[in-house]
Structure formats: structure tokens, C-alpha cells
């Protein structure tokens, strides 16, 4: 069964500094991959995707991630770190064949000015 | 374009007592999908309808919860009776169709406490 394992329930960092939120996961097939945001009182938006195109994903506002099969990881990096970014972030895997999607369990990113 | 719509926001209850969500999707959607978010977890989802039909609802606890899509555009979520375990963030998302290509676009969600 599919599956994702957020490493970090908390992450805080300095604004201005890299992003690191750790992601791996489980899946007997070639996954599909995403990072969602949550903003307090939003609603979640997709950051970006992985579907066994290119390994290195670009997304929306200076995020991207980069798919590592041998590790099993789908970690997601921002070089420099802005205030607008204090959200929870979800690592999120789909069921083979399907659009049905498996969230992990968050990671709560706090900027520090 | 306008996202997706959800009322009310915020909704506080007494355990036994029924409740009642609603979502408008973005117009011309087909899909349309409920989660559960409880708190310190990720979404979870309970019901899936394609246009007025039921695709997946093999995590809907039936016994109290309910849906319908009538017209295959808006929908509503009913709890009834209420539990304190319902205590939750309901989110409703909506996309073209149901494939992985295909962008969920999810509401601000309501927020459920029951007392």
C-alpha cells in the first residue's frame, strides 16, 4: 500500500535561510508525488507534483523538490526562507492508477525574522 | 475563476446533535471530493462523487455521516448524531475529473467542535 512519512513534525528557520522539509515514501509502484501548503484559515494548495517526468520539480514560489528512488524520498527545498511561508506542508503520495490521495501528516514550518 | 466555496466556516455543536456542510465547487468541475482533517493529522478522504454519482465512499462511516451531490454541483455533508471524535476540519475539493492529472482545488474548509 501506499504511503508517505513526514520526518518532522516542526521545522523553524531564520528568514533567509534554506528550507528543508523531509518527505519519504512507501509504494509498490512509480508514485505520484505532491507538496501542499495550508495556510491558517486557507485552503490547501498544490506546490507542486511529481509523475515520473523530470526528477527535479519546480514549483510555485520558489520551492522545488527532487525525487530520489534509491532513498525513497520526495524532500521539498526553498534556498531562502520568507515569512509568507510559515504554513503546514503536506507530503502527499496517490493511489496507483487513481487520483485518490494519501496525505502525511504535516509539517508546521515557522519563520523567524 | 472562483474557488471553491464551503459554509459555514466555523460550527459549534453538541454531541448528538446533526450538522450539516456545504460545498460549491468550481464551476465545471465533475469531481467532487469530502475529507476529514482531524487535528495534528492530514486530510483523510470520506466521499467521492463523479458529477451526481458516488465513486468512493468506503470511509464514510455511514452510520451517522451522509452526503449527496444533487444536480452534480453543489453537495452537502450531514452528521447525524454528532460524536466528540467528530471534532474536525472538514475540507471539500473539486477537480476536472477523476485522475492524477487532474489539480484538486480545495476550499478553506469548516471547522467542527463538538462539545
Known amino acids: 500500500a501506499q504511503s508517505v512519512t513526514q520526518l518532522d513534525s516542526h521545522v523553524s528557520v531564520s528568514e533567509g535561510t534554506p528550507v528543508l522539509l523531509r518527505c519519504n515514501y512507501s509504494?509498490?509502484?512509480?508514485?505520484?508525488l505532491f507538496w501542499y501548503v495550508q495556510h491558517p484559515n486557507k485552503g490547501l494548495q498544490l506546490l507542486l507534483k511529481?509523475?515520473?517526468?523530470?526528477?527535479l520539480v519546480k514549483g510555485i514560489n520558489g520551492f522545488e523538490a527532487e525525487f530520489k528512488k534509491s532513498e525513497t524520498s520526495f524532500h521539498l527545498t526553498k534556498p531562502s526562507a520568507h515569512m509568507s511561508d510559515a504554513a503546514e506542508y503536506f507530503c502527499?503520495?496517490?493511489?496507483?492508477?487513481?487520483?485518490?490521495?494519501?496525505f502525511g501528516t504535516g509539517t508546521r514550518l515557522q519563520v523567524f525574522p | 475563476e472562483a474557488g471553491v466555496a464551503q459554509s459555514p466556516r466555523y460550527k459549534i455543536i453538541e454531541k448528538r446533535q446533526s450538522v450539516a456542510f456545504w460545498c460549491n465547487p468550481i464551476?465545471?468541475?465533475?469531481?467532487l471530493y469530502w475529507y476529514q482533517q482531524i487535528l495534528g493529522q492530514g486530510p483523510k478522504l470520506l466521499i467521492q462523487?463523479?458529477?451526481?454519482?458516488?465513486?468512493?465512499d468506503s470511509q464514510l462511516p455511514k452510520d451517522r455521516f451522509s452526503a449527496e451531490r444533487l444536480k452534480g454541483v453543489d453537495s452537502t455533508l450531514k452528521i447525524q448524531p454528532a460524536k466528540l471524535e467528530d471534532s474536525a476540519v472538514y475540507l471539500c475539493?473539486?477537480?476536472?475529473?477523476?485522475?492524477?492529472?487532474?489539480?484538486?482545488?480545495f476550499g478553506p474548509g469548516t471547522r467542527l467542535t463538538v462539545t
Open positions: 502527499v503520495v496517490t493511489i496507483y492508477n487513481t487520483d485518490k490521495l494519501i
Open positions: 509504494s509498490s509502484y512509480s508514485p505520484s
Open positions: 511529481y509523475t515520473s517526468a523530470a526528477t
Open positions: 475539493a473539486s477537480s476536472l475529473g477523476g485522475h492524477t492529472s487532474h489539480e484538486q482545488y
Open positions: 462523487f463523479q458529477n451526481n454519482g458516488v465513486v468512493d
Open positions: 464551476s465545471g468541475h465533475a469531481t
